[in-house]
């Protein structure tokens, strides 16, 4: 990457300071392009969605990494949980999603309760051989009394089931003939196997599944530094997660060197991510002592409070920018983590260097988080986040210590403890915004002439900007007059 009439500045910028210049290209168009990512961990859209435990939960997991990017499951979760969790992903199918199930015996509330789990919005009824027998949406069961059972209300008749053998493109175009948004997937036997709308029929041909050698999902965990850092990090890659993020807020200190060094002593073939940090120093000593893939990143999140509370920090694309080239020079890479609000975050994180951009709390007011989802006084539902060093995540972190050492550390927090964030009626679901960040990225690339994304971070040319030149650039929605 360069700036724009070799116009170096003597301050550190953030993503909104500067833009992308649009140049010469052979790209005819936006589909000639690839989005696999080049720090070799095998995603295929330069996403990551991070461990913050109000979003990264299984449910998260298999839709992303479904459409090619990859979770990082929170340190916080317990082991037994985790194993089940990762179990979980890597049994989904690759194309089609997987099903809320009841039975006829079940109540009207039972099915209320798992509705807005997923994107798809239906229950699939099923009975004991697991075979479809009927859908549920929230519209059927509006105003019908919540203890009702299943079986009294609900007609069978009519429903269209698709053989797994069809093609998504051949689905597509039944459900569109028969004017329906989706329908049950079932195998040779007519027992249910997932589930699948028009739209995801399309993205199964956008997309590509980021997968294992064993063409299972990707899915990440992270573990913190203290303690038996080794132990924990044998027995989370013992359930098959495919790298290891070692996370905390600093990640340029000596036990963070020594755990990364601890985890390296396994001597399997793994990705380790480590961080945070925002220097060329603090890069360089992380990857010397064994780590693939530096995490950047202190203070730019929505929900961290830590520059505010401490002065610590720096501008995100400048961290992102210095970082990701000594990484470089080093046959490494790094992840910008924090800071995204809109697509061209994105954009210019990687036009920095970044060979993945993570970020979490723009997901969290999607069906697929893993927060629960509320009603608030006006009928709006909407989901609550935390930040990871708030006094809430603290608080269930050292649940186990002694009750004076946990009141004690909840004094020290550095995150928001409740956001309320909103689900879009219209885009509710994760797929809809990586939908937004892959469209975005891909324009991205043909206006820069780039083929990928090394070949992206190589040639981008970024300008500086005032916050004027970025006001002009924002959409006005509404009169301004």
Not at 214 to 225: Q, T, V
Not at 226 to 238: F, I, M, P
Request: proline content about 4%; hydrophobic content about 40%.
């Amino acid at each position: 990457m360069r700036f724009l009439n070799n116009q170096i500045p003597s301050y550190d910028l953030t993503y909104n300071d500067v833009f992308l210049v649009p140049q010469r290209s052979s790209v005819n168009s936006r589909f000639d392009v690839s989005l696999e990512t080049v720090d070799l961990i095998g995603a295929k859209i330069p996403l990551v969605v991070a461990n913050m435990s109000a979003v990264a939960g299984k449910r998260m997991a298999e839709t992303v990494a479904r459409r090619g990017g990859i979770t990082i499951l929170p340190q916080d979760i317990p082991m037994s949980r985790l194993k089940e969790m990762i179990n979980f992903v890597k049994s989904r199918h690759l194309i089609f999603d997987t099903p809320l199930t009841l039975k006829p015996t079940d109540t009207i509330n039972q099915a209320t309760n798992i509705l807005f789990k997923r994107n798809h919005g239906v229950v699939v009824i099923i009975d004991d051989d697991n075979h479809p027998l009927g859908l549920i949406s929230e519209r059927m069961i509006k105003d019908i009394d919540q203890f009702e059972t299943i079986d009294k209300i609900i007609r069978y008749e009519n429903m269209i089931v698709f053989r797994q053998d069809l093609n998504p493109k051949e689905m597509f175009e039944k459900m569109h003939q028969n004017h329906i948004k989706l329908a049950p997937i079932v195998d040779d036997a007519n027992r249910l196997i997932g589930i699948l709308t028009k739209k995801n029929a399309l993205r199964a041909d956008l997309y590509q599944p980021a997968v294992d050698k064993s063409n299972k999902f990707l899915i990440g965990a992270a573990i913190g530094i203290n303690g038996n850092v080794k132990q924990r990090a044998e027995e989370v890659l013992s359930y098959g997660v495919d790298l290891i993020v070692l996370d905390t807020a600093h990640g340029h200190q000596d036990k963070m060197i020594k755990a990364i060094e601890q985890v390296r002593s396994i001597g399997q073939e793994f990705k380790i991510v480590a961080g945070n940090v925002v220097t060329e120093q603090a890069t360089e000593d992380l990857i010397m002592a064994g780590a693939d893939i530096v995490k950047v990143g202190v203070g730019p999140g929505a929900m961290c409070t830590t520059r505010m509370a401490t002065g610590v920090g720096r501008p995100q694309f400048s961290a992102v920018l210095e970082c990701s080239v000594k990484a470089k020079s080093l046959g490494k890479f790094v992840w910008a983590d924090g800071g995204i609000r809109y697509p061209r975050d994105v954009v210019l994180a990687l036009a920095a260097g970044a060979s993945n951009v993570m970020f979490a709390s723009w997901l969290t007011g999607t069906f697929e988080s893993a927060a629960d989802i509320r009603l608030d006084s006006d009928g709006r539902y909407y989901k609550e986040n935390f930040g990871m060093a708030s006094r809430r995540a603290v608080s269930q972190r050292s649940n186990l210590d002694d009750p004076y050492t946990q009141n004690l550390k909840e004094f020290f927090e550095e995150g928001i403890s409740n956001s309320k964030i909103y689900i879009d009626p219209i885009h509710p679901s994760v797929e809809d915004i990586i939908d937004r960040i892959v469209a975005g990225l891909r324009s991205a690339l043909s206006y820069s002439g780039a083929r990928n994304l090394e070949t992206f971070s190589d040639c981008a040319i970024v300008g500086l900007q005032s916050q004027a030149g970025y006001d002009e650039g924002r959409p006005v929605n509404s009169n301004w007059q």
